[in-house]
């Protein structure tokens, strides 16, 4: 008996069924079941309930998101560095624009009508098959420096509620490799904590005067004045020079707690995501590969302020034993500094001025050769 059959002696059977005696009910069952060989309950649930409806019609204007899109989307979270979906979705305006101003990519009106159109879900469902993830994991090199403790106030992760630009989270990462043994380098990693603006510089020797110099250095690259540092207790920068030069500076000097890294949750966000991420865990020495890391850097403060985007924390409600997280629309350092009303307008235009100039797709590709030129001097 075929499937139309079955629906047939279904409909002629059911309103029997439901108007029969229990002994007619049985006799009536055992004639379906004969006929149709179902299962004795799963006739039970059709002549009661009736058969499940047909599925219902495709929803009229649903968009087509096909394979020119999935290559499009593709192309351009490759060419982004990876982001993720969230970050990725708010940013493709902006991306689009910038590749289209270099050459490097034009879609068609219609496609990039669709790109645009998809939503973070969307764009996360179509990029999965091409996601990769990566694993790593480094060694601490943070040296308790306590004769100055007193003269530093703790500063903790609940107490970052500045919205101005020039605040700063601080941080060494060290490229020691396997082993911490003798002099190897560090990157002095700073995170501006309102807007997210990232100065990255190498370390040849981990000393004060070395890490005060390379502080000295990304602190004249910020677009904005340098208001306040955070650090952790280590004795790079819990140091008589650093106090007396914030003192002098009119700097804010805060710390954070020990063994609290949550305290520095900016800064360490960006040393795994952008340090280790890029650099990765070799070990290196010397001045060569000290100058050929700067000339790395170089070229990613340009891409992760200006093409990186990032979501910030907004809000936090705890209901029962979750936390739900609020996040705000991803948006670059540059846009965020762009958004800030205590950034000068001759700052704002310079920067404007310096992302017209920028192609995304040609500076990936030279921070790409730069990171492989550096590669070569790990110390194997």
């Given at each position: 008996m075929g499937i139309q059959s079955k629906r047939e002696l279904l409909t002629a059977l059911r309103p029997r069924y439901r108007r029969a005696s229990k002994a007619e009910k049985g006799r009536i069952l055992d004639e379906f079941v004969a006929a149709t060989g179902y299962h004795r309950k799963y006739a039970i649930h059709l002549l009661r309930h009736g058969p499940r409806p047909a599925a219902s019609a495709?929803?009229?204007?649903?968009?087509?998101?096909?394979?020119?899109?999935?290559?499009?989307?593709?192309?351009?979270?490759?060419?982004?560095?990876?982001?993720?979906?969230?970050?990725?979705?708010?940013?493709?305006?902006?991306l689009l624009e910038a590749l289209?101003?270099?050459?490097?990519?034009?879609?068609?009106?219609?496609?990039?009508?669709?790109?645009?159109?998809?939503?973070?879900?969307?764009?996360?469902?179509?990029?999965?098959?091409?996601?990769?993830?990566?694993?790593?994991?480094?060694?601490?090199?943070?040296?308790?420096?306590?004769?100055?403790k007193h003269q530093v106030p703790i500063r903790t992760f609940a107490d970052w509620n500045e919205a101005r630009p020039g605040f700063?989270?601080?941080?060494?990462?060290?490229?020691c490799g396997e082993s911490t043994r003798g002099e190897y380098l560090n990157t002095l990693n700073m995170v501006d904590v309102a807007t997210g603006w990232l100065e990255c510089r190498a370390v040849t020797y981990r000393s004060q005067r070395e890490v005060f110099a390379a502080l000295e250095?990304?602190?004249?690259?910020?677009?904005?004045?340098?208001?306040?540092i955070d650090t952790d207790n280590d004795s790079a920068f819990l140091n008589d020079h650093l106090v007396r030069y914030c003192q002098s500076q009119q700097l804010t000097f805060t710390r954070a707690r020990p063994y609290r890294k949550n305290d520095q949750a900016h800064v360490e966000q960006k040393n795994g995501s952008v340090v280790r991420g890029l650099v990765g865990y070799d070990r290196y020495e010397g001045a060569a590969a000290s100058r050929a890391l700067n000339a790395v850097y170089d070229v990613l403060r340009l891409w992760v302020n200006f093409f990186q985007p990032s979501m910030k924390l907004i809000a936090k409600q705890r209901v029962g034993s979750r936390v739900r997280k609020q996040y705000d629309q991803a948006q670059t350092p540059y846009q965020r500094v762009l958004a800030s009303p205590q950034v000068t307008e001759a700052d704002k235009d310079a920067l404007r001025q310096q992302f017209l100039s920028l192609n995304p797709v040609a500076l990936r590709r030279t921070l790409d050769e730069r990171l492989a030129q550096f590669w070569q001097r790990a110390v194997r």
């Open positions: 495709p929803r009229q204007g649903h968009t087509p998101y096909g394979p020119a899109v999935v290559r499009a989307l593709t192309q351009l979270w490759q060419l982004s560095g990876y982001l993720c979906a969230k970050r990725l979705q708010p940013f493709l305006p902006s289209a101003r270099a050459g490097e990519l034009t879609l068609s009106p219609q496609l990039k009508a669709l790109v645009l159109q998809a939503s973070p879900a969307t764009v996360e469902r179509k990029l999965r098959p091409a996601r990769r993830r990566r694993q790593g994991r480094g060694r601490s090199t943070t040296r308790a420096g306590s004769l100055l700063s989270e601080i941080d060494l990462v060290a490229h250095t990304v602190r004249q690259r910020l677009p904005f004045g340098l208001l306040g």
